[in-house]
Each structure stands twice: as structure tokens, then as C-alpha cells.
């Protein structure tokens, strides 16, 4: 270009095209100041940088939008020497200085950035005029109301301000009362609290005392049962007779037995010397319990029961006669067994002779077979029958000892209905 021309452009602030003014606003002489920043970088859109030494002034337009005017555009001059063409410039850069500075739109505009303007005042104007019809609606619905009568509505106005006193008064008084209500309330809680502290309390009482109450049912219930059956046991032992269940006589054939052991022997059936001397035993045993059970001493002998060696005791001549025997050969004037049966005979009489003395119904007391020194007579027969040994057969002996066994059941069932009849 020639030294004297003056090349200025001006982008916008959405586009890179220059934006070239009318020839209408050349004729302005208005000289207006412009700030200058040489050392100012500036970038183009499409990223290319400008050299800086080929501007001269900057001047820094704006963007409208909706939110305001922002800065994001720039304003680029070159110009050279000559003083009317500088003064061409000064006045186009003061034009678009004024022009922005008078409005809320920043220049030079360019097209595109007029259409967005234009969208956006569209917009404005569109919601500018539906307000305004809203508001026309509102005043022509109000124009349609009947005249307010505004005295009336300043008393009722009044009488609401008044109300509106009292309520807040009586707000007051039930913010009181729910206060002291709430107070009340604590108070209420903190005495349910306790009772149910001392309902827990008294609940694990009633279980602990529960527990002890059917613990001692139980045990209530137990002796209960062991009274009752103890005194099932007593009443069957007060009817259960001890010496017919310690002594039990009966007979087995032509032998009488007490505690199924047989006294006497026969040719036909040789019991054992031994079983003979247990059962002697057992006679003695039975005899010296039923005297001492009555009381009685007897005066000439002493029953010393010894199992199948028993003996009787003359007191007088303290000496002892054998209730047992060994069998087999014996001299003649070995007659210590037969005296000791024919003592023990007299015991057995003896015996009768107390239970007699005794008076009352004992005294109607009798022995089956009656004692005659050493012989027990048969009634049935009026037969007697010897107890010893020595110059009598074993049948007699036998049939004596049997006789002998059912005189002290005799004995042993009068001594057992006594004591029955103590008891009652």
C-alpha cells in the first residue's frame, strides 16, 4: 500500500470478518481519546497469533448477552502516517465509543452478533407483552369488582388486629400451660421411670419367691408321699406278726419244721444231726424272745440260744446241758442231751404257768398238748410220748418234738395278738 492510505479493521465479538463503516460517519471531526496497550498479546480465533508491532491501538469491545456484557472481543487498528487519515480513524474508533458507552451494546456489531441481539429482544419483548397482558386481565377483573365500602373494611381490619391480639394473648397462655403441661409431663415420666424400676424389681421378687413357693410344693408333695407311704408301712407292719415272720412252724409230713428245718428223725427218713441242731436252735431262740418279750425269768434254767450248738444253764448247779447232738454210738450213761431237751420242756411249762398267773384272758390261756415232766400227752389218744432219746424209738421222739413245735406256735400266736392289742 502507498504511504498516504489507512487500512482499519474492526472484528466483532462472535466473528473474525471485518466490519467496515458507512461513509456517512466520516464527515464526524469529533477526536475522542483512546486508550493505548502495544504490549498487549492477541491471539485470533483460529489460533494464530499477531504480531504486536503491526498494531497501533487496542481497543476492547464487548458481548452482549442475556446474563450482560462480557469481554470477548478485540478491536484491531493500524494506521499510518498522515494526518487526515489518522483523523478518519480517531473519529470511526470515537463513534463506536460513543455509541457503546450510550447503550448496553458494545461496538462495532456485527451481523451475526445483531441476530443474537435480535433473538434476544424477540424474547424479551415476547415475555414483556404476556406480562402485560396478565396485568391488563388483573386491572379489568378488578374494574368488575363492586365499590369497597373502605370503612367498613378498615373496622373489619380492626377487629382482625384485635382478634389477632387476643389469639397471640391466648397463644401465650397455652405456650404457658404447655410448658408447665411438659414440666408435668417430665415429672409424669420420671415417676414412670421408677415404678418401672420397682415393677422389674418386684416381678423378679415374685419369680424368686415363685420358684421357692413350687420348690417347697415339690418338696411338700414329696413328704406327703413318703408320710403316706410310711404310714402304709406302719400299718402293714402293726398287722404283719414279727415272730410268725422270724419264726415261721408248720409241718412236713410226720416232721414238724420251724424255719423249714426239720426236728426229729425217722428209720424211713434220717435227717442230719446238723439240720436237727439248727432247728433246736431256732427253738431256743424262739423261746428265750417270747419269755423275755413277757417279762419272764425262768427260775431253774437259762436259755443260752447258740445257732446248732445251743445249750440250756442250770443255775443251781451252773452247768450245762447240750441241745445239740452228734449221733452214732453212745454209752448209756451219756445222758446229757436228754436232759437238756427235758429242761427245755420244763421251760416250755414254766412258760404256760406265767401267761396263766397273768389274770384277765390270759388265764384262759392252754397249751394244745399238756407237759407231764418229760412226756407231752396227746388228748386226741391220751397217749404220751416221751422227749428223750435214751429207751424210746425215733417215731415217738419225732412225734414229742412236733408236739413240743405246736405248743410254741400256740405260745407264739398268744404273745403276738398281746402285743397287737398293747398297740391298739
Keep these: 500500500m502507498g504511504g498516504n492510505m489507512v487500512r482499519a479493521n474492526f472484528i466483532g465479538g462472535r466473528s473474525l470478518p471485518p466490519i467496515s463503516l458507512q461513509s456517512l460517519f466520516a464527515r464526524l471531526d469529533e477526536v475522542l481519546p483512546v486508550r493505548q496497550n502495544p504490549s498487549l498479546r492477541i491471539m485470533f480465533v483460529d489460533g494464530r497469533q499477531l504480531e504486536t508491532s503491526s498494531v497501533d491501538f487496542l481497543f476492547q469491545p464487548g458481548l452482549h448477552t442475556a446474563a450482560g ?6 478491536t484491531r487498528t493500524r494506521y499510518f502516517t498522515g494526518n487526515s487519515h489518522v483523523r478518519m480513524l480517531k473519529v470511526a474508533t470515537g463513534l463506536f465509543d460513543l455509541v457503546s458507552s450510550n447503550s448496553d451494546i458494545d461496538h462495532p456489531l456485527c451481523e451475526e452478533c445483531t441476530d443474537a441481539l435480535l433473538d ?4 424479551t419483548l415476547s415475555r414483556t407483552q404476556h406480562q402485560a397482558k396478565m396485568y391488563s386481565q388483573l386491572l379489568a377483573s378488578l374494574k368488575d369488582r363492586p365499590d369497597t365500602n373502605v370503612e367498613k373494611l378498615e373496622e373489619e381490619l380492626r377487629n382482625l388486629q384485635a382478634e389477632e391480639e387476643r389469639l397471640v394473648s391466648e397463644l401465650a397462655e397455652v405456650e404457658a400451660e404447655q410448658e408447665a403441661a411438659q414440666k ?7 415417676e414412670k421411670a421408677r415404678l418401672e424400676d420397682e415393677e422389674e424389681r418386684y416381678w423378679r421378687e415374685y419369680c424368686r419367691h415363685k420358684s421357692q413357693l413350687t420348690s417347697m410344693e415339690d418338696e411338700n408333695r414329696s413328704l406327703r408321699s413318703q408320710l403316706v407311704y410310711t404310714q402304709n408301712q406302719l400299718e402293714r407292719l402293726k398287722k404283719t406278726n414279727v415272730f410268725n415272720t422270724t419264726f415261721h412252724i408248720w409241718h ?5 419244721t420251724i424255719n423249714n428245718l426239720r426236728l426229729g428223725r425217722l428209720p424211713t427218713a434220717p435227717v442230719s444231726w446238723p439240720e436237727i441242731n439248727a432247728a433246736w436252735g431256732q ?8 419269755s423275755r418279750k413277757i417279762g419272764l425269768t425262768f427260775s431253774k434254767h437259762r436259755l443260752v440260744p447258740y445257732g446248732n450248738h445251743s445249750y440250756i444253764e442250770v443255775i443251781a448247779e451252773k452247768k450245762e446241758l447240750p441241745l445239740y447232738g452228734s449221733g452214732g454210738f453212745r454209752f448209756l450213761w451219756d445222758t446229757k ?7 427245755f420242756l420244763e421251760c416250755v411249762a414254766e412258760f404256760q404257768q406265767y401267761v396263766e398267773a397273768q389274770g384277765g384272758p390270759a388265764a384262759r390261756f392252754c397249751l394244745p398238748y399238756r407237759i407231764n415232766k418229760h412226756c407231752i400227752e396227746d388228748p386226741a389218744s391220751n397217749n404220751s410220748f416221751s422227749i428223750k432219746m435214751q ?3 425215733e ?13 410254741l406256735k400256740w405260745g407264739l400266736t398268744w404273745v403276738s395278738s398281746a402285743l397287737f392289742s398293747t398297740s391298739q
Aim: with cysteine.
Design 69 to 74: 456484557i462480557t469481554e470477548c472481543g478485540l
Design 120 to 123: 434476544l429482544m424477540d424474547t
Design 184 to 190: 408435668i409431663l417430665e415429672k409424669h415420666e420420671e
Design 252 to 256: 412236713s409230713g410226720h416232721f414238724g
Design 283 to 290: 427253738t431256743v431262740l424262739l423261746l428265750a424272745s417270747l
Design 337 to 343: 442231751f436228754d436232759a437238756g431237751m427235758v429242761a
Design 391 to 393: 429207751f424210746n424209738s
Design 395 to 407: 417215731e415217738q421222739w419225732t412225734k414229742a418234738l412236733k408236739f413240743l413245735l405246736t405248743n
